[in-house]
């Protein structure tokens, strides 16, 4: 089993890598790049503040953050007023981030159904699931051994004093799902 795992994080590395060249291609094609198309798509629904969109796409606020500066510069975002916290702006899009955001997802449709091509839409929904409970479990392993390390640190682990870094304690391994 940890051998496949090992494999099937190889082959997602692989195409996250295939995907992101299309996607640079893509959004490229429209003067834009991968970050400022998904960055721009995390918007397009509600205007949400530089550190929710951050969150949101997985990556650090500072990379964000400059990105959201470049499209408010580009006039494709604008900072709005946030009624939450007056130090947090929102970035929203602009008619104009809108039409340049459009463009891009027509050009990906057509990409997908072309990459799509040949593989059947329940095998599609399938690895879909399948990805979405890898990445769940592999977040709640991750958690639950930066609580073990925490605790062996704080000498109130299982492990107290022997715990080394990486290792996996009892109390980690008990809060995994079977």
């Known amino acids: 089993m940890a051998e496949e795992l090992a494999l099937l ?9 295939a995907l992101r060249r299309a996607g640079e291609a893509l959004a490229g094609a429209e003067g834009q790049t991968q970050a ?10 509600e205007s949400l503040p530089v550190a929710r969109a951050a969150r949101r796409l997985g990556v650090a606020r500072q990379g964000v953050q400059r990105i959201a500066n470049e499209l408010v510069r580009d006039g494709l975002a604008e900072f709005r007023d946030n009624p939450d916290h007056r130090t947090s702006s929102m970035l ?7 039409r340049a955001l459009e ?3 027509a050009r990906a449709e057509v990409a ?20 979405r409970r890898l990445t769940e479990q592999t977040d709640q392993w991750a958690e639950a051994e930066a609580e073990a390390e ?10 107290a004093g022997g715990a080394k870094r990486g290792s996996r304690s009892r109390a980690a391994t008990d809060r995994l799902p079977e």
């Open 9 to 17: 994080v190889a082959d997602v590395f692989e195409a996250a890598g």
């Open 36 to 45: 400022r198309w998904q960055l721009m798509s995390v918007v397009s629904e």
């Open 92 to 98: 929203a899009l602009t008619p104009s981030g809108r």
């Open 103 to 105: 463009a891009i997802t």
């Open 112 to 131: 997908h159904r072309a990459m799509g091509e040949g593989i059947a839409q329940a095998d599609l929904a399938t690895l879909r699931a399948l990805l």
């Open 150 to 159: 925490a605790e062996a640190e704080a000498g109130t682990g299982a492990e």
